[in-house]
């Protein structure tokens, strides 16, 4: 064997015994705005490395749900994922006092610039649970969807909707408002749609269209519910494996391409909402009066859930936010 060869295959050797490998499971799909930029951010992270750092994602779900790919990273079997709602607040409750309902009345930038300043805050608390945070998503305002006609927020009563099974937020916006609670994994939304299991759903405009709830659905409460939000966590075992020097120019580039998602994730939105009204969905507009009605409910909810899903002092710093 020629040196030449020795010295390229030692070479190689030493390279893979010091590459870092993060494997992360998300739940977007392959093709979509989502995917797309992930990719790109991981071939940067991987370059701007010298192939030290690697990112190998997981799309469509195919690692399972959120709460799925929680369970395999604390065995191990991962290191990351993009996690959302309920199994964001399983990390750090907290952070789930951005998406209390009837907060932000449709105003999405007011929305961002709340978990923007809050964002240090909540990353604290993510540390404290074992896990480091690249980025926040702005994944949308929240919608109601449903097969029954409702033109007030008092005609909801009694509706069969679907909830993700343990999410508190929701229980108790279901108990508030005397909903019907149909706890199911969110794969099963499209077909329990479909076979009446539930009558309505609720998620943001892409995440609607997404998942295909558009062809199983007759209305959208045109009344967004409350302001939904992800973040890429990466467990702080894996994150601490990541040397020094590599991890200013992961958290760059990671911050690069969450912000190109989110900008993505405005126009996909908005794109959204005319796909579905373009395949005939009613959008139903509730009266003025149910604004007090939602303020009521409101808070309900939050004497619920203060002390309990989030902290009394998370409250506090997010009311003198607003």
Same mark, same amino acid.
């Given at each position: 064997?020629?040196?030449? /060869?020795?010295?390229?295959?030692?070479?190689?050797?030493?390279?893979?015994?010091?590459? =870092?490998?993060?494997?992360?499971?998300?739940?977007?799909?392959?093709?979509?705005?989502?995917?797309?930029?992930?990719?790109?951010?991981?071939?940067?992270?991987?370059?701007?490395?010298?192939?030290?750092?690697?990112?190998?994602?997981?799309?469509?779900?195919?690692?399972?749900?959120?709460? #799925?790919?929680?369970?395999?990273?604390? /065995?191990?079997?991962?290191?990351?994922?993009?996690?959302?709602?309920?199994?964001?607040?399983?990390?750090?409750?907290?952070?789930?006092?951005?998406?209390?309902?009837?907060?932000?009345?449709?105003?999405?930038?007011?929305?961002?610039?709340?978990?923007?300043?809050?964002?240090?805050?909540?990353?604290?608390?993510?540390?404290?649970?074992?896990?480091?945070?690249?980025?926040?998503?702005?994944?949308?305002?929240?919608?109601?969807?449903?097969?029954?006609?409702?033109?007030?927020?008092?005609?909801?009563?009694?509706?069969?909707?679907?909830?993700?099974?343990? #999410?508190?937020?929701?229980?108790?916006?279901?108990?508030?408002?005397? =909903?019907?609670?149909?706890?199911?994994?969110?794969?099963?939304?499209?077909?329990?749609?479909?076979?009446?299991?539930?009558?309505?759903?609720?998620?943001?405009?892409?995440?609607?269209?997404?998942?295909?709830?558009?062809?199983?659905?007759?209305?959208?409460?045109?009344?967004?519910?409350?302001?939904?939000?992800?973040?890429? =966590?990466?467990?702080?075992?894996?994150?601490?494996?990541?040397?020094?020097?590599?991890?200013?120019?992961?958290?760059?580039?990671?911050?690069?391409? /969450?912000d190109k998602v989110n900008a993505g994730n405005i126009k996909d939105n908005e794109d959204a909402l005319k796909a579905i009204k373009s395949m005939g969905v009613k959008f139903l507009k509730f009266p003025d009066k149910d604004l007090e009605l939602a303020k009521k409910y409101r808070k309900i909810i939050i004497k619920k859930l203060k002390g #309990? =899903?989030?902290?009394?002092?998370?409250?506090?710093?997010?009311?003198?936010?607003?």
């Amino acid at each position: 064997m020629s040196a030449k /060869i020795v010295v390229t295959l030692l070479s190689f050797f030493t390279l893979s015994a010091h590459a =870092l490998t993060l494997k992360v499971g998300v739940l977007a799909p392959e093709g979509t705005n989502w995917a797309k930029n992930l990719k790109k951010m991981a071939k940067e992270i991987k370059k701007a490395t010298n192939k030290k750092v690697k990112m190998k994602i997981y799309f469509g779900g195919s690692q399972g749900d959120e709460p #799925d790919v929680l369970r395999k990273i604390r /065995i191990g079997q991962l290191h990351g994922g993009i996690f959302t709602g309920k199994t964001l607040g399983d990390i750090n409750g907290d952070a789930r006092v951005l998406e209390v309902p009837f907060t932000f009345a449709g105003d999405r930038e007011k929305a961002l610039k709340t978990m923007n300043t809050l964002a240090p805050y909540f990353n604290k608390g993510f540390k404290k649970n074992e896990f480091h945070n690249l980025g926040f998503f702005e994944i949308g305002m929240v919608y109601f969807v449903s097969q029954v006609e409702t033109p007030s927020l008092q005609s909801l009563k009694g509706l069969k909707i679907w909830s993700w099974e343990g #999410d508190k937020l929701v229980s108790s916006m279901i108990s508030a408002m005397d =909903l019907v609670s149909v706890p199911l994994p969110l794969p099963d939304v499209l077909s329990s749609l479909s076979t009446g299991i539930v009558q309505a759903a609720y998620a943001p405009p892409l995440g609607i269209v997404s998942l295909q709830w558009n062809t199983k659905i007759k209305y959208l409460v045109d009344f967004p519910l409350a302001y939904s939000t992800g973040a890429m =966590l990466l467990s702080d075992k894996a994150w601490k494996k990541v040397k020094p020097e590599h991890r200013k120019i992961i958290e760059e580039i990671s911050a690069k391409y /969450i912000d190109k998602v989110n900008a993505g994730n405005i126009k996909d939105n908005e794109d959204a909402l005319k796909a579905i009204k373009s395949m005939g969905v009613k959008f139903l507009k509730f009266p003025d009066k149910d604004l007090e009605l939602a303020k009521k409910y409101r808070k309900i909810i939050i004497k619920k859930l203060k002390g #309990d =899903l989030f902290s009394a002092e998370a409250w506090d710093k997010f009311s003198k936010t607003l």
